[in-house]
C-alpha cells in the first residue's frame, strides 16, 4: 500500500488485529446491508447507520454539527481518535461514512483494506457481542460544505467550464439511459434515465480487486486517466445519491492523490429529476 500517495489512510487486516484492544483505535461498521453487523463484526467495533446516523431526518441533508458530536461521544470516538472504517460491497458505505466524518474535519480517519469480506475470508474472528465504551470528548467545526462537496448549480456551471472533469460512477446501463436503476440497488424515484454532459463513465467498483482491496496505483492511474480523469482537473464524482461516487472519491483523492475532487451527492436522484436541467443518453432502444 505504500505506492499510493497518501497509503497512511489505509490499514490492512493484520493492523486491525493488532489494534483491537487499542484505546485510541475506534472500529467502524458500515454496511449497505444494514443487518450484517447484527450478524457478526470484528471485535469491538461499532456501527455506523448511514441511514439512521449520517442523515438528517427531515432535510435531505446530513446531520449539523451538534448531533455529529452527540453521535461520536456515544460511540467513544474523541477528536483524536484512530477512527477506522470497514463494510461490506467492497467498503462502498465505509468510504461513505469516512466522507461525512470529512465533512467535519475529522484528522485520523482510516479504510480497512478489503473490508468485511477480506477479513472473513482470512477466517477472522467475528462477534455478536455490542461493545460499549465510554462516552468520547468530540468538539467539530461547523461542516464544510465547500471543499469535498458539490451542489447542483455548480455542477451546471462545472460542465460549462475547461479544466474540469466530471466522473460518472454508476452502472454503464445507468449511464446510457438503458435503466434508470439497476435490480441491485434500491430505486430512488429517478424519472429519467441517461448522465450529465460531458461526463465520463467509469463504474465505481472497476477500483477494486476480487478480493475487495483497492488496484494497484498504476492501474488506477490508467483507469482514470484512460478517461480524462486527470490530477490536474477539478473533478467532481457523481452517482445516484453520493455513495458510491464518494468511493471515486476516497480513491482519486486519497490513493491518487488528486488535489481537487469533490462529491456532487445530489447525484442522479436529484439531476435526473430536476426541471430544465440538460441530461444526455447513450442508449437508442
Known sequence: MAEYAHPEVLVDT?????HLDDPNVRLVESNEDILLYDQGHIPGAVKIDWVADLNDPVVRDYLDKARF???????????DTTVVFYGDKNNWWATYALWVFKLFGHADARILNGGRAKWIAEGRELTRQVPSYPAGSYTAPERDDTAIRAFRDQVREHIKQ????????????EYSGERTHMPEYPQEGTLRGGHIPTAASIPWAQAVQADSTFKPIEEL??????????????????????????????????LLGYPKV??????????????????????QG
Open 262 to 283: 469533490r462529491n456532487y451527492d445530489g447525484s442522479w436522484t436529484e439531476w435526473g429529476n430536476g426541471v430544465g436541467l440538460p441530461i444526455e443518453k447513450s442508449y
Open 162 to 173: 475547461s479544466g474540469t472533469a466530471l466522473v460518472d460512477v454508476r452502472s454503464p446501463q
Open 221 to 254: 492511474q490508467a483507469l482514470y486517466g484512460g478517461k480524462g480523469i486527470t490530477p490536474d482537473k477539478d473533478v467532481i464524482a457523481y452517482c445516484r445519491i453520493g455513495e458510491r461516487s464518494s468511493h471515486t472519491w476516497f480513491v482519486l483523492t486519497y
Open 14 to 18: 493484520a493492523w486491525v488485529a493488532d
Open 69 to 79: 458530536e452527540q453521535l461520536l461521544a456515544a460511540k467513544g470516538i474523541s477528536n
